[in-house]
């Protein structure tokens, strides 16, 4: 293994309203998804140091505006941008993205691995409300990070795939209270709770415990909804969770809040 060679991460932005991740190795610049407008997305980069003209890859997980708002704007703007994205989200996205250049455009088939010279990115399908929902696990120098938002729950399946990653960004979308007593329409709130909807703070925590490994160092806390969450409210429960079950928090690895439109800075695997 190369130390001087790890991979690095940073949440440029995570919630409900829009969802952008930084990843790096010595041969890439990555983007997960591209939930805000492209003049954001650059605003955040810079925070960062890092440039959208070093960007080489992006990858889609679905069609929902909070994940590829810019996919179109940014493929445009930057030609040396390589995006993928299974034909489903192909498909939906057709509408929203305008003309997309062909050359750019490549996909990605649920549950597989492709290899970019230092980086493997893995794909696993998700149960979501979208065209083919799928979230990806990056490996690189044997760690890996994994983000998983956009599930209504978290199978064996994906737990045995994604089971002791260095780092996640896993979904607390929302506070099950909160939502049940807000004023979101009946239908929107059995969108949301079922199967095919969002992970709550206590099925996020849940979903934590079948994961972490001995290699875990940091677990953010993504996908926080506006309306039905608070920054507060989904660390405490995700931590009280995680202590009750002796699980080492703040010992054996680190909780981490996102927000949108606040980058959390780089950390390295
Ligand atoms: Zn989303
Ligand atoms: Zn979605």
């Given at each position: 293994?190369?130390?001087?060679?790890?991979?690095?991460?940073?949440?440029?932005?995570?919630?409900?309203?829009?969802?952008?991740?930084?990843?790096?190795?010595?041969?890439?610049?990555?983007?997960?998804?591209?939930?805000?407008?492209?003049?954001?997305?650059?605003?955040?980069?810079?925070q960062?140091?890092?440039?959208?003209?070093?960007?080489?890859?992006l990858?889609?997980?679905?069609?929902?505006?909070?994940?590829?708002?810019?996919?179109?704007?940014?493929?445009?703007?930057?030609?040396?941008?390589?995006?993928?994205?299974?034909?489903?989200?192909?498909?939906?996205?057709?509408?929203?993205?305008?003309?997309?250049?062909?050359?750019?455009?490549?996909?990605?088939?649920?549950?597989?691995?492709?290899?970019?010279g230092?980086?493997?990115?893995?794909?696993?399908?998700?149960?979501?409300?979208?065209?083919?929902?799928?979230?990806?696990?990056?490996?690189h120098?044997?760690?890996?990070?994994?983000?998983l938002?956009?599930?209504?729950?978290?199978?064996?399946?994906?737990?045995?795939?994604?089971?002791?990653?260095?780092?996640?960004?896993?979904?607390?979308?929302?506070?099950?209270?909160?939502?049940?007593?807000?004023?979101?329409?009946?239908d929107?709130?059995?969108?949301?709770?079922?199967?095919?909807?969002?992970?709550?703070?206590?099925?996020?925590?849940?979903?934590?415990?079948?994961?972490?490994?001995e290699?875990?160092?940091?677990?953010?806390?993504?996908?926080?909804?506006?309306?039905?969450?608070?920054k507060?409210?989904?660390?405490?429960?995700?931590?009280?969770?995680?202590?009750?079950?002796?699980?080492?928090?703040?010992?054996?690895?680190?909780?981490?809040?996102?927000?949108?439109?606040?980058?959390?800075g780089?950390?390295?695997?």
């Amino acid at each position: 293994m190369n130390n001087d060679d790890p991979m690095k991460v940073s949440v440029l932005s995570s919630g409900s309203s829009g969802n952008v991740t930084y990843i790096e190795t010595n041969q890439h610049k990555v983007l997960l998804d591209a939930g805000l407008s492209g003049k954001k997305i650059k605003n955040l980069m810079d925070q960062i140091n890092r440039d959208l003209n070093d960007v080489d890859l992006l990858f889609v997980s679905h069609e929902h505006t909070d994940h590829a708002k810019a996919v179109g704007i940014l493929a445009r703007k930057y030609p040396s941008i390589n995006v993928y994205a299974n034909q489903e989200t192909w498909d939906a996205m057709a509408p929203h993205i305008g003309d997309f250049p062909e050359t750019q455009k490549n996909l990605f088939l649920p549950n597989t691995t492709q290899l970019f010279g230092d980086l493997d990115v893995e794909s696993f399908s998700v149960s979501h409300d979208a065209a083919n929902a799928q979230f990806y696990n990056f490996h690189h120098q044997g760690k890996s990070f994994v983000v998983l938002t956009d599930t209504g729950y978290v199978s064996e399946r994906i737990a045995g795939i994604i089971k002791n990653a260095n780092a996640y960004v896993m979904e607390c979308n929302h506070d099950i209270e909160m939502l049940r007593y807000g004023d979101y329409t009946w239908d929107t709130k059995q969108r949301i709770m079922s199967d095919r909807g969002h992970l709550s703070n206590e099925d996020g925590a849940k979903a934590m415990m079948d994961i972490i490994g001995e290699q875990t160092d940091n677990i953010f806390i993504g996908h926080r909804s506006h309306h039905n969450n608070m920054k507060s409210l989904a660390h405490l429960t995700v931590s009280s969770i995680l202590d009750e079950h002796d699980f080492g928090l703040g010992d054996a690895f680190n909780l981490l809040d996102t927000d949108v439109e606040q980058v959390s800075g780089l950390i390295t695997l």
